[in-house]
Every structure is written in structure tokens, then in C-alpha cells.
């Protein structure tokens, strides 16, 4: 995850003369788990990674095996569990689970698509004391409708996010863009905005595209470009007026190259703390500080290798598979620097960005380490290639 709305505070600080803002220290203990503790789910959305549906799957962890795998998740070292499904609150132990998980400190997320979310339940989410909820928002309307391929869907989750907004509770609209709902992304903003929600999460689509060829010209690249910068200037505009949105982005860590040369064109003199703060950052965490485990019992280096089993919780403890990198994903993801190959083993921003989504590389190539045909910088951008201009190539620090 990139969090822009830190790197506009401390550009914000900086521009009142303030000391910059502090920065947690050190990595976590464990990597943050993203739990599908379900499959099924009320809806049947067209980008639906779990390809859920209203059914029930076979073998998925009982209520016992949850537990069990939880004290073996604290044990190596986790701390922050997201409870996502499918729907997790149609599984009848949620609350169980997530009080279970309170209980031994960890900070819990659930991730819904609020449909289910009525006043009644909205009081239930409220005293479980979940630390954040996130409902998807694919846009507005008709929009969210189609992609999720229910009428009245959208009104639904809106009315979830109001409910629990009301009552206090942490509350954030995920979005995922496409070719086919970018129209509703700065209207979507502007919702954020109005109704006073607490996290922008912009999730860009984690699409085998087309490679480096026309590059330049691509429509999907061109298009998440601009939903970057109007990002950019959404979060420092919060930022500027001291307020406490959070703008964030995930599935493509070229976000923090494209921020640094934002940077660099707009605030050039904050340019070497910005790519400090970039480099100790450290870009694509998957395998290494963020893990999913499946309905099923089974790890995956993130929510987006579900094709990639390592072990089940079922048959070995959470921390003895994470920690095996007789996998040779694994072994490379936990690598440092990464064995990318291609324009991103070229990249002179590699520092940054870690290699950005090895999913895309192996769908599109069959090879882990292959260039991440989702990178929308240009070769002349990181360094491929020389740039036409005397600017040249953007240096990680300034010298001084």
C-alpha cells in the first residue's frame, strides 16, 4: 500500500516551516495478513478476485482452526489482520473471530461490501470495535451497480458507510479503476469529500497489459496518470488545510517513482527528504510484509497469487511457511534487490518501487522476475533509456 496523504503532510510541514512529520520506525514484527475467512458473498462482482458466489464452499476453516491459526499468526509476529471474504459477515462466527482477534491485541480491519450493513448491524459492527472498515465503491450509481451486477447496490453501500460513519466507526471507499468506471473517479473524490469518509483507497487493476509497446500511448496508462496526479493534488489540497483524509494506492508501486517526479516538478527543494522517505518505503511488499490466507487454510505471498499455494495452516503453522523459501517465488520476493529482469532490472528506481507486481510479469510471461507490464513510467523516465531533454534521469537524493 502507498500512502500519499504521509508524503503530502510532511510536503505540507515542510512548506510551514514545521519539522517534519515522524515516521514509524522500523518494518512490523510480521507481514499485515489479509484473511479470506470466506468465500461465499451476496453479490457476484465482475472483478471478484475469489470469484465468489452465493453458495457455500467446501472444507473451509471451522471456527477451531481459525483460533488456532490466529495464536500461531501472533506468534510470528503479526499484528494487523484484514477479515475479508467473498462477505465475511455472512460467516456466523465473525464476531467470535474478530473479539477473539481484539482479545489478543490485534488491530482488525474488515473488508465488506457494506450491502448486508443495516442499522442494527451497523450497531453490531460499531461495539465489536473493528479499528477500520472498507466498503467498495466501483462509482456512482448505475456504475457501481453494473460492476457489481445488483440494482441498488451502490444506494446499499452508501447507507453503510453513513450508518457507520455515524456511529464513529473508522470508515474508508475502495475503488478499483477501469477503462469502464474512470468517468466516476473524481466524482467519486467528491463523494468522499462530502460525506466526510476517512480513506480514499484508489486500487489500480492488476491487468497483464500490453508490455513496453506504445507504451507512450497507451490509453489505460495515460488514464491512470492523470487519476495520479488529480490524487496528488487531492491529498496535498487535505493536507495544505490540515485535514486527516487518507489518500491511498495499491497493485502499483511505480505510485511512488510518479510521486517523486511530481515532486520534483512542483516542490524541487523537498525533492531529497521525499526520496529518502520513498527508499526507506521500499515499494512492492508481497511476500515479505503483506500475506493472504485463503478460505481454505492456504497461503499466498498477497490476495492476487491465489494460483500460487505455499502451505496450508491446516498442516504446518502460519510462521513456518512464511518464513520457507524453498519456494522459489519466495525466495525471490524475500530477496534484496529483487532478480527483476527487463525494464525494471534497468530501472534506476528500483530502490523505490521493489520490482512493483510480480503477478502481472508471471501472467503475462510465465516468469516471476520478468518487467511489470502494469509500470506506466516511460523508459526515459527511469533510465532505460536516455531522456530527450538536458533534465535527464531524476537522482534518488540530490547531491549535496
Not at 533509456?385 to 537522482?395: D, F, L, N, Q, W
Request: net charge neutral; hydrophobic share 40%; proline share 4%.
Amino acid at each position: 500500500m502507498f500512502r500519499i496523504s504521509q508524503y503530502m503532510q510532511l510536503i505540507a510541514a515542510l512548506e510551514r516551516g514545521e519539522a517534519p512529520p515522524r515516521t514509524r520506525a522500523g518494518q512490523l514484527s510480521g507481514p499485515v495478513v489479509i484473511w479470506n475467512l470466506i468465500r461465499r458473498c451476496n453479490l457476484t462482482c465482475r472483478h471478484c478476485y475469489s470469484i465468489s458466489a452465493d453458495t457455500d464452499f467446501p472444507n473451509e476453516l471451522s471456527t477451531e482452526e481459525v483460533f488456532r491459526t490466529m495464536d500461531d499468526l501472533h506468534a510470528a509476529g503479526v499484528r494487523v489482520l484484514i477479515l475479508s471474504g467473498g462477505e465475511p459477515l455472512l460467516r456466523p462466527d465473525i464476531w467470535q473471530i474478530a473479539d477473539r482477534a481484539k482479545a489478543k491485541g490485534f488491530y482488525v480491519g474488515l473488508s465488506t461490501n457494506g450491502t448486508l450493513i443495516d442499522a442494527a448491524l451497523a450497531e453490531r459492527v460499531a461495539a465489536q470495535g473493528f479499528d477500520y472498515v472498507g466498503i467498495s465503491l466501483d462509482g456512482i450509481g448505475a456504475t457501481h451497480d453494473h460492476f457489481r451486477r445488483k440494482e441498488g447496490a451502490f444506494d446499499a453501500s452508501l447507507a453503510a458507510i453513513r450508518l457507520l460513519h455515524a456511529r464513529g466507526v473508522k470508515v474508508g471507499a475502495r475503488y478499483t479503476m477501469t477503462e469502464g468506471n474512470a468517468h466516476d473517479f473524481e466524482p467519486l473524490l467528491d463523494l468522499c469529500e462530502r460525506e466526510g469518509i476517512d480513506k480514499f483507497y484508489f486500487s489500480h487493476l492488476n491487468y497483464a497489459g500490453r508490455g513496453n509497446k506504445n507504451r507512450k500511448t497507451d490509453a489505460q496508462h495515460a488514464t491512470t496518470r492523470r487519476a495520479m496526479v488529480t490524487l496528488f493534488a487531492r491529498a496535498l489540497t487535505d493536507a495544505l488545510a490540515g485535514g486527516a483524509r487518507e489518500y491511498v494506492t495499491g497493485n502499483n508501486d511505480a505510485d511512488g517513482v510518479f510521486l517523486l517526479q511530481w515532486v520534483h516538478r512542483h516542490f524541487p527543494q523537498h525533492h531529497a527528504i521525499v526520496a529518502e522517505r520513498l527508499v526507506r518505503w521500499g515499494g512492492n511488499a508481497s511476500g515479505v510484509n503483506v500475506a493472504n490466507i485463503d478460505n481454505l487454510g492456504v497461503v499466498h505471498p498477497d490476495t492476487m497469487w491465489w494460483h500460487h499455494p505455499l502451505g496450508n495452516v491446516k498442516d504446518r503453522a502460519f510462521g513456518e511457511i512464511w518464513a520457507d523459501t524453498s519456494d522459489p517465488l519466495m525466495a525471490g520476493l524475500k530477496q534484496h534487490p529483487r532478480p527483476v529482469t527487463g525494464r525494471c532490472g534497468a530501472c534506476a528506481y528500483l530502490a523505490i518501487c521493489n520490482g512493483n507486481t510480480r503477478t502481472r510479469a508471471q501472467q503475462l510471461t510465465g516468469d516471476f522476475w520478468a518487467e511489470d507490464p502494469g509500470c506506466y513510467l516511460s523508459d526515459e523516465e527511469i533510465g532505460v533509456e536516455p531522456m530527450p531533454s538536458a533534465r535527464g534521469v531524476i537522482p534518488l537524493v540530490e547531491a549535496r
